[in-house]
Structures are given as C-alpha cells and as structure tokens.
C-alpha cells in the first residue's frame, strides 16, 4: 500500500534515543514563543489516555458482534459509521474496518512511524511505535503473534496492515464462544486493545 506521509505529526520517528528530552524541548520552546498552552496540552493528552483509550473502539466491536447489519456497514464504510457515534477526530479521519474470521486474522502496523486511530484506541503503546514491532511484523507476523502468546491455526491466513497518515485500521476480533447471551456492556469488556490491533484475541468470559 502506498504510504504517504505528508504531514508533519511524524517527525518522531526520525528522533534520537531520548524523544521524551526532545519533545520536552519543543514543549518548552513552543510554550515560550507562546505557540502552545500547556494546560491545553494536558487536555488533548489526558482525553486520549484516559477518557478515550480503548473504549470507544471496544464498543463499536461489540456493537458489530451484536448486530450483522452494523457490521456490514462498518466493513462498507467505517469512517461514517464511527463518525454517527461520535468517534472523530484528529488521527480517525479515514478509517478502515478488517473482520477476522476462521480464515484470515488481521494486524495493523504503521511501518513507517507510528500511524494509529486515536478517536477509538487512544494513544498507541510504545511497543507499536517501536522499530522491532515495525519491521518485524511485516516479515515474520506469525512469530511476533507468538511473542503476544498468539498462536493461530496454520489453515488461518495472515494479512498485515500498514496505516499510513490517510488511512487508520480498526480490527474486528473474533467474537468469543461461550457470549450469547452477553449485552453490550458485557462485550466490551472482552474487547482488549490489542484485539482490536491484531496482535491479541478477544478475552473469553
Ligand atoms: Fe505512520
């Protein structure tokens, strides 16, 4: 897939060792020319923390293991269906939804730096941002679901999905046995982070 990355939330990936000594820098130095206001900072990082995280993407899985037709609109557009429940926002503005079934599981990577849809998982972990998840993934899925004590079916194809600043992935875990009779609430709950990355499966009851 062609990976385009022309706007300039990427210059991270491009840091020396210590990104956080930097990033402090630039706080500093933006907040004395007077570019930036810290306590509006602290806003946009604690609502992707905290309020955000994985939730949001947790309720749209849930809401697509409870209802087909949801599902087939999120697998036809989830840009829109997501937006209808609120879910935008800077880093979610083109996303794409990916169902694993018996025969394919789905992971999502952003090769080139750290690409992740925000409005529905939060801020990434750091292992996503990191150069070994990056390049591994790619060459070797199936071992590095095995470093995530995922192990699949041999007969179960593998398909890596590389994000890019346009287009953000949001994956669909199986839905577990043993959840019939389960509400929404109760769903979301099984839905963990990385089930929704790929590199984990949905919790059982
Ligand atoms: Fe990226």
């Avoid at 930097?22 to 810290?38: F, H, M, S, V, Y």
């Avoid at 599902?71 to 036809?76: I, Q, V």
């Avoid at 389960?182 to 949905?202: C, K, N, Q």
Wanted: proline share 8%; net charge negative.
């Amino acid at each position: 897939m062609p990976h385009d990355h022309s706007d300039h939330d990427h210059a991270h990936s491009l840091l020396p060792p210590d990104p956080a000594l930097r990033i402090k820098a630039l706080e500093t130095l933006l907040t004395q020319k007077g570019l930036i206001d810290p306590a509006a900072l602290d806003v946009i990082i604690d609502t992707y923390e905290n309020k955000i995280g994985p939730r949001n993407g947790a309720q749209v899985v849930a809401r697509a293991w409870l209802d087909p037709e949801f599902k087939a609109a999120l697998l036809n557009d989830a840009t829109s269906v997501v937006a209808e429940m609120g879910f935008y926002g800077r880093q979610g503005e083109h996303m794409v939804a990916v169902e694993n079934t018996d025969d394919l599981h789905n992971i999502v990577v952003c090769t080139l730096c750290s690409c992740y849809p925000w409005p529905l998982l939060g801020i990434p972990p750091g292992w996503y941002k990191s150069d070994a998840y990056r390049a591994r993934v790619v060459r070797e899925p199936r071992k590095v679901l095995a470093d995530f004590d995922v192990v699949l079916p041999d007969e179960t194809a593998v398909r890596v999905w590389d994000s890019t600043a346009e287009v953000r992935y949001l994956v669909i875990p199986q839905r577990p046995a043993g959840t019939d009779g389960l509400d929404e609430a109760a769903l979301m709950d099984l839905v963990t982070r990385d089930s929704m990355i790929g590199t984990g499966l949905a919790n059982t009851p």
